[in-house]
């Protein structure tokens, strides 16, 4: 009997960019359009707004109102939770009342935890993580590492024992990055794709996410994302390399990769 693969959904991380008028939506477009036009190219899509300030669950609600009944939203964790390990209640709780339209409408994917590369393994650290998914309770959580210290032999195993799911990535092979390990710890797999710009990730001239993938560099992706996907219920794959509307290229062209009709 063929095994049978979950479903992979590909967007990007974000899609409200006004560098993105002319090279991905129309000319002239509003911004209050852009999720409207979006739709019709992708069934999902990452919302990183809330890692800067967490909305009133309106802004949310509106958002959800304009897209179809099987799009799916992940929603970014906020700066206070990942980077300053904020353990403040209130914090998680208004950031669930936040998100609760997504989850009443059966269009939340779950929340993507982007830690940045100065958060190392440490018995802290492990703790807070642990933390955050006592918060999040049943609410999916992604955790995505920056620094290649957490890729320990054990760490796979401790995430599925924990229920948190891990966040492949695909950014420079520079020394201290985690490298492109494909690997699904819960019933739903995930993929981010940062572009490779290794001349400006540290700094510099430039944007980090400044970089459009070869067809090349993306089918090394294809095997990975289907091995990823006959394990898992459902896979997504995003793209954040947002710079004038290159990750919404790539990710139209990953599709096509994928051969997926939508």
Request: glycine letters at 8%; a positive charge; charged letters at 25%.
């Given at each position: 009997?063929?095994?049978?693969?979950?479903?992979?959904?590909?967007?990007?991380?974000?899609?409200?960019?006004?560098?993105?008028?002319?090279?991905?939506?129309?000319?002239?477009?509003?911004?209050?359009?852009?999720?409207?036009?979006?739709?019709?190219?992708?069934?999902?899509?990452?919302?990183?707004?809330?890692?800067?300030?967490?909305?009133?669950?309106?802004?949310?609600?509106?958002?959800?109102?304009?897209?179809?009944?099987?799009?799916?939203?992940?929603?970014?964790?906020?700066?206070?939770?990942?980077?300053?390990?904020?353990?403040?209640?209130?914090?998680?709780?208004?950031?669930?009342?936040?998100?609760?339209?997504?989850?009443?409408?059966?269009?939340?994917?779950?929340?993507?935890?982007?830690?940045?590369?100065?958060?190392?393994?440490?018995?802290?650290?492990?703790?807070?993580?642990?933390?955050?998914?006592?918060?999040?309770?049943?609410?999916?959580?992604?955790?995505?590492?920056?620094?290649?210290?957490?890729?320990?032999?054990?760490?796979?195993?401790?995430?599925?024992?924990?229920?948190?799911g891990y966040c492949s990535?695909?950014?420079?092979?520079?020394?201290?990055?985690?490298?492109?390990?494909?690997?699904?710890?819960?019933?739903?797999?995930?993929?981010?794709?940062?572009?490779?710009?290794?001349?400006?990730?540290?700094?510099?001239?430039?944007?980090r996410y400044d970089y459009?993938?070869?067809?090349?560099?993306?089918?090394?992706?294809?095997?990975?994302?289907?091995?990823?996907?006959?394990?898992?219920?459902?896979?997504?794959v995003f793209f954040n390399?947002?710079?004038?509307?290159?990750?919404?290229?790539?990710?139209?062209?990953?599709?096509?990769?994928?051969?997926?009709?939508?």
């Amino acid at each position: 009997m063929e095994e049978r693969s979950g479903e992979i959904i590909v967007g990007t991380s974000g899609y409200s960019f006004e560098d993105w008028i002319g090279s991905f939506y129309p000319p002239n477009i509003r911004k209050g359009d852009m999720l409207r036009e979006y739709v019709k190219h992708f069934r999902g899509v990452e919302v990183n707004s809330t890692y800067y300030r967490i909305p009133h669950p309106a802004v949310l609600r509106r958002m959800e109102e304009k897209t179809p009944a099987d799009f799916e939203f992940v929603i970014k964790a906020n700066q206070e939770m990942t980077h300053k390990q904020s353990k403040d209640p209130a914090l998680y709780r208004t950031f669930i009342e936040a998100v609760q339209p997504v989850i009443d409408a059966g269009k939340f994917g779950g929340i993507i935890a982007q830690f940045p590369w100065g958060f190392k393994r440490t018995r802290e650290n492990i703790d807070h993580i642990e933390y955050m998914k006592a918060r999040f309770g049943d609410l999916p959580l992604f955790i995505e590492f920056r620094n290649s210290e957490w890729i320990t032999p054990g760490l796979f195993e401790n995430l599925r024992s924990i229920g948190i799911g891990y966040c492949s990535v695909d950014e420079p092979r520079l020394r201290g990055l985690v490298p492109p390990i494909a690997e699904v710890t819960t019933d739903v797999g995930y993929v981010r794709l940062h572009g490779r710009n290794a001349r400006s990730w540290w700094g510099g001239t430039g944007d980090r996410y400044d970089y459009l993938y070869s067809e090349d560099e993306l089918r090394q992706w294809v095997e990975k994302i289907k091995a990823m996907a006959a394990k898992a219920k459902k896979t997504f794959v995003f793209f954040n390399n947002c710079h004038a509307g290159q990750a919404a290229r790539n990710a139209k062209l990953m599709k096509e990769l994928l051969k997926l009709t939508f």
